[in-house]
């Protein structure tokens, strides 16, 4: 591409353009893939990461290390095999319920999904379909799942080897539109709770410490800072710190009604480094939050 056609594209094209570039031309190898974090973390935070104790710093360092390669990282990043660490870990009752299990675009034709039910690859994210009475369910999207390799996206290499699979899964509390609990652990301990509510209506998310004070970080969304903590907060802690306790950085996502908790995935690089902020203060207020003490060896 010329820089004069460049140059008539609009801010959301040219950074398409440039992710294409370097999807295309750095080579998929852990010296490539550092590469890339490095010149995407530069476009989207204007500096190069460094050694502090930021949290996109801590995982765009967590990202480049070769930790994100760790096996039991990787084998919970597949959303299948988690539920097998969550019930070995903490139960089978705190797993979503699993309704099949897809592996071939066959399977997808031939399966009489519920009128009710979540469908979602295993091996990606940010890719889901909630199928409803009435509405005509999209195969052919579902199908589209199979040729996804989520690393190639943003080079997080606990996605690279994952093989395709399609999940389905009940509509858990009778509600597509969930609150859920975002929990930042640092070393087996739970230190911020994101919560977001309203998801696919008036979104809102709001950060708590751990004595459920509100913190005031703001990522751009409305806050809900008088939001009444969760009759059963403290087992929700500590299914958490449970789960986190055999990874440094990591987030535990839980859905949560006050009376049912469901763990619903570990993310293990949040963002991929990329998280925005409103203000370098939210920042370092998460931050500070969250590496308490201070972020240093190992993530």
């Not at 399977?107 to 940010?126: A, L, M, N, Q, R």
């Not at 009604?257 to 203060?281: F, I, P, Q």
């Given at each position: 591409?010329?820089?004069?056609?460049?140059?008539?594209?609009?801010?959301?094209?040219?950074?398409?353009?440039?992710?294409?570039?370097?999807?295309?031309?750095?080579?998929?190898?852990?010296?490539?893939?550092?590469?890339?974090?490095?010149?995407?973390?530069?476009?989207?935070?204007?500096?190069?990461?460094?050694?502090?104790?930021?949290?996109?710093?801590?995982?765009?360092?967590?990202?480049?290390?070769?930790?994100?390669?760790?096996?039991?990282?990787?084998?919970?990043t597949d959303k299948e095999f988690v539920k097998l660490y969550i019930k070995a870990k903490v139960g089978d009752e705190y797993n979503v319920p699993t309704l099949a299990v897809l592996k071939s675009s066959r399977e997808v034709d031939d399966y009489p999904f519920p009128e009710h039910c979540f469908i979602k690859p295993t091996h990606s994210s940010g890719d889901f379909l909630y199928h409803e009475p009435g509405v005509t369910l999209d195969r052919a999207e579902i199908k589209s799942w199979f040729g996804i390799n989520f690393y190639e996206k943003m080079r997080?290499?606990?996605?690279?080897?994952?093989?395709?699979?399609?999940?389905?899964?009940?509509?858990?509390?009778?509600?597509?539109?969930?609150?859920?609990?975002?929990?930042?652990?640092?070393?087996?301990?739970?230190?911020?709770?994101?919560?977001?509510?309203?998801?696919?209506?008036?979104?809102?998310?709001?950060?708590?410490?751990?004595?459920?004070?509100?913190?005031?970080?703001?990522?751009?969304?409305?806050?809900?800072?008088?939001?009444?903590?969760?009759?059963?907060?403290?087992?929700?802690?500590?299914?958490?710190?449970?789960?986190?306790?055999?990874?440094?950085?990591?987030?535990?996502?839980?859905?949560?009604?006050?009376?049912?908790?469901?763990?619903?995935?570990?993310?293990?690089?949040?963002?991929?480094?990329?998280?925005?902020?409103?203000?370098?203060?939210?920042?370092?207020?998460?931050?500070?939050?969250?590496?308490?003490?201070?972020?240093?060896?190992?993530?």
């Amino acid at each position: 591409m010329t820089l004069e056609k460049l140059a008539k594209l609009s801010q959301t094209q040219v950074w398409n353009t440039l992710l294409a570039l370097l999807r295309n031309n750095l080579p998929k190898t852990p010296q490539g893939d550092e590469l890339f974090s490095v010149i995407l973390f530069l476009l989207t935070h204007r500096r190069l990461p460094n050694n502090g104790p930021y949290m996109n710093d801590v995982l765009s360092a967590l990202k480049t290390s070769g930790e994100l390669a760790n096996p039991l990282r990787v084998f919970t990043t597949d959303k299948e095999f988690v539920k097998l660490y969550i019930k070995a870990k903490v139960g089978d009752e705190y797993n979503v319920p699993t309704l099949a299990v897809l592996k071939s675009s066959r399977e997808v034709d031939d399966y009489p999904f519920p009128e009710h039910c979540f469908i979602k690859p295993t091996h990606s994210s940010g890719d889901f379909l909630y199928h409803e009475p009435g509405v005509t369910l999209d195969r052919a999207e579902i199908k589209s799942w199979f040729g996804i390799n989520f690393y190639e996206k943003m080079r997080e290499a606990n996605y690279k080897d994952l093989k395709p699979k399609v999940i389905v899964e009940p509509i858990i509390f009778g509600n597509k539109d969930l609150t859920e609990y975002k929990i930042h652990c640092w070393r087996g301990e739970a230190k911020v709770a994101t919560v977001v509510q309203n998801r696919f209506s008036d979104r809102t998310v709001t950060e708590f410490d751990m004595n459920w004070d509100f913190l005031p970080i703001d990522k751009g969304y409305k806050q809900v800072p008088d939001m009444p903590k969760p009759a059963n907060f403290d087992e929700m802690i500590q299914v958490t710190q449970t789960l986190a306790a055999d990874f440094g950085l990591v987030r535990v996502d839980i859905f949560n009604d006050g009376k049912t908790l469901y763990v619903g995935e570990l993310t293990h690089c949040n963002g991929a480094g990329l998280g925005r902020y409103k203000s370098v203060e939210s920042e370092a207020l998460m931050s500070q939050a969250v590496f308490s003490p201070p972020a240093s060896g190992p993530q």
